[in-house]
């Protein structure tokens, strides 16, 4: 949905470079090709993929996860990645100050981790980026945004989940929308995803065809943001030495659902 002038601004874009709304219906009917045999034996792969397929790329995003300081942890149920996660929270100290605290994203697969009994026993809170279904951030009061985020900025861990991993780079790809909102994975200290092994998919391709073809994400189109992540934020900028952490999550943990 288009903000207060964001039209009139687009607009007078499209005018200085000399698309008309005429232009760009042409444009899109151009790009409005029928799928191609590759494309169709693409997702057809994919929706087939065997228990031993999914394991083998399962193998893959291990590996590839290594070198770039990813934790893949696979376990076997909902149970098991709650357990895990409290012994994080226990494990970890926050960079500042000394009390403990978990932003969340407002999502069904979060919501069945039971996090807030879950770490009540450690009188730690967690705060999920929650509001009404279908409302954006940008619409709620300015007093909810700012106390929204002041909840991420204070949580040292953030925990999400992602839309698909592409095993060939161990890459979380995440859609935003309501809810689920960039700064959970971005701000606290450590990241902590969750997803389950049929969402690991092989590579780039995979995921255009997936986004492009598929008739469930068909449905909800491209949101207005897609972040790529690639195991802790790093930065060889000074002197070419890697360092970790220097704009971002020190740490991720990716807990995968077998």
């Known amino acids: 949905m288009y903000k207060s002038g964001q039209r009139e601004f687009i607009n007078r874009v499209k005018n200085a470079l000399g ?38 790329l399962l193998e893959t995003l291990i590996e590839a996860a290594k070198p770039i300081n ?31 605290s978990v ?21 730690v809170s967690v705060y999920f980026t929650e509001f009404e279904d279908g409302q954006m951030e940008d619409d709620l009061p300015i007093e909810t945004r700012e106390k929204l985020r002041q909840h991420i900025i204070d949580s040292y861990i953030g925990i999400t989940s992602a839309d698909f991993c592409m095993a060939d780079t161990a890459t979380l790809v995440m859609r935003t929308r309501p809810g689920q909102a960039r700064s959970v994975s971005l701000v606290p ?27 469930e994400h068909q449905k909800e189109g491209l949101t207005n943001c897609m972040t790529f992540i690639s195991g802790p934020s790093k930065t060889a900028d000074i002197e070419a ?3 970790h952490g220097a704009h971002g999550p020190r740490e991720v943990y990716l807990f995968v659902i077998s």
């Open 19 to 56: 698309h008309s709304a005429d232009n760009m219906e042409r444009k899109r009917k151009f790009f409005d090709l029928p799928m191609s045999e590759k494309d169709r034996t693409t997702l057809k792969g994919i929706e087939n993929r065997t228990p031993e397929e999914k394991e083998k």
């Open 70 to 100: 990813l934790n893949v942890i696979v376990l076997p149920d909902v149970s098991s990645v709650t357990t895990a996660i409290v012994d994080l929270v226990r494990e970890k100290e926050p960079e500042w100050g000394d009390k403990k």
């Open 189 to 215: 200290l450590i990241h902590v995803a969750v997803i389950e092994i049929d969402q690991i998919i092989a590579d780039l391709k995979e995921l255009f065809t997936l986004i492009k073809w598929d008739a």
């Open 241 to 243: 030495t890697m360092v």
């Open 103 to 123: 932003a969340a994203w407002k999502h069904p697969l979060i919501a069945s981790l039971n996090l807030t009994a879950a770490l009540s026993e450690q009188d």
